[in-house]
């Protein structure tokens, strides 16, 4: 162009030939920054600061798609899962049974369990006792003293345990034998180290609070063998649930 010096002319040339390179989906303002980093000394730096945002942008929208996908993921496994291990307890409990359900929520099992006999339902976050039909919830923790012995044919603790503190878990198998018929059996589900580690992601990436991970203690599926000893209880089974992310124990009172 006339007047232009040359080397402008030049800078011109390669600022149009970088700009015809960018893909067209490429916001305006980038492209232009972008052609004129090879103008003057100043427009570079602007350009730099504006492209340095418009990555920023990108990279957080990017990171907020990629954990809502990971929490819809999650979502459709955790959200049915207290489901899911009911569903996994309840062929475990025999007609008539009376059943201990320790951090029993609401009284889901009971709901989905009517052939079961009158049982009881134990929440620590329970404000005051209630009926659940022909059941009792009551607030408290495990174990309880106060319930006499071999007054329970089955003890279900699903997604409990894991809870614990260590010197609970020192009590979990001498309690339930206390308290459970003979032949009674302890059903336990206990989810696998990838489920804190999913949620440990999700909560990075502010897609979920409150999780108390904490609270787990590292306890692995495994560990839940060191407190039922054989000389008291014959494990029954194990199976894992729910693409691996759940366990279920199942053990007898011997």
């Not at 492209?31 to 492209?51: E, F, G, Y």
Request: glycine share 8%; net charge positive.
């Amino acid at each position: 162009p006339c007047g232009r010096p040359a080397a402008a002319t030049r800078a011109g040339h390669a600022g149009s030939a970088a700009a015809a390179a960018i893909p067209a989906t490429t916001s305006r303002r980038v492209r232009v920054c972008i052609a004129r980093m090879w103008t003057t000394r100043r427009s570079r730096s602007t350009c730099a600061a504006t492209l340095g945002a418009a990555i920023t942008r990108v990279r957080a929208r990017v990171v907020a798609e990629l954990g809502t996908e990971l929490l819809r993921a999650f979502a459709r496994i955790a959200d049915p899962e207290r489901q899911a291990r009911i569903r996994k307890a309840l062929p475990w409990l025999a007609p008539g049974a009376r059943v201990l359900d320790v951090g029993a929520h609401q009284g889901e099992l009971f709901e989905r369990a009517p052939w079961i006999g009158p049982s009881l339902g134990i929440e620590p976050n329970l404000g005051e006792p209630r009926n659940c039909g022909r059941h009792r919830l009551r607030p408290g923790r495990f174990p309880a003293d106060d319930l006499p012995d071999r007054s329970f044919d089955a003890i279900t603790m699903l997604a409990v345990v894991e809870h614990f503190d260590p010197a609970t878990l020192e009590q979990l198998g001498p309690a339930c034998q206390r308290l459970l018929s003979a032949g009674g059996r302890v059903v336990i589900t206990v989810p696998s180290p990838w489920v804190d580690h999913l949620l440990t992601v999700l909560r990075a990436l502010g897609l979920v609070h409150g999780m108390e991970l904490e609270q787990h203690h590292g306890f692995l599926p495994q560990d839940v063998l060191n407190y039922f000893g054989p000389e008291h209880f014959q494990l029954e089974t194990h199976q894992r649930f729910q693409l691996g992310l759940n366990n279920l124990f199942v053990f007898r009172r011997r």
